[in-house]
């Protein structure tokens, strides 16, 4: 089973790399983002639990979202594997992920991070913006405020999986094409 993570900072192309690497690949793709919105929307019990503390103005717990992974991973017993598209964030979530694998006789394969510079991001974010109807995509401070956040929080993950082993960065920069030729050759390199 191939169990990748893909991250980078927002606006970097992880949705739309993950709709091409899942069927390439056979993967099922796991966005922590889609996964609560879903949750959330159908009232599920982890959704209704999540939704008390985004009304409280908080974060959700980590032990709330991996549940509502664990359950999407346990829905898809006939999968090649997942791409986990925002999971991990931190190092603690990572060791959460890796602990929940093992009792699956599994565990990530690699983690590709798409590399881009903060001010194309900015500008693609902004161009995003004006389409998607997202608040955040609109606003340059609160991007700008979204990569303080993965620089503190997300970036430690470089290192943890650099001693596994497992980190690939990959240029993020170029046509859909180029980025995704460049992840393919990394997963078909594993």
Known sequence: MTN????????AGKGTQAEFLKGKYNLTHLSTGDIFRFNI???TELGKLAQTYINNGELVPDEVTIKMLQSEVENNPQSAGFLFDGFPRTIAQADALDAFLATKNEKITATIALEADDEILVARLLERGKTSGR???QDEEKIRNRYQEYNEKTAPLIGF???????HAVNGIGSIAEITERLSNVIDNL
Do not use: R
């Not at 999986?161 to 980190?167: A, I, L, N």
């Open 161 to 167: 999986y650099k001693e596994q082993g497992k980190f």
């Open 41 to 43: 929307k159908n009232a």
């Open 135 to 137: 608040a955040d995509d």
């Open 4 to 11: 990748i993570v893909l991250f980078g900072k927002p606006g």
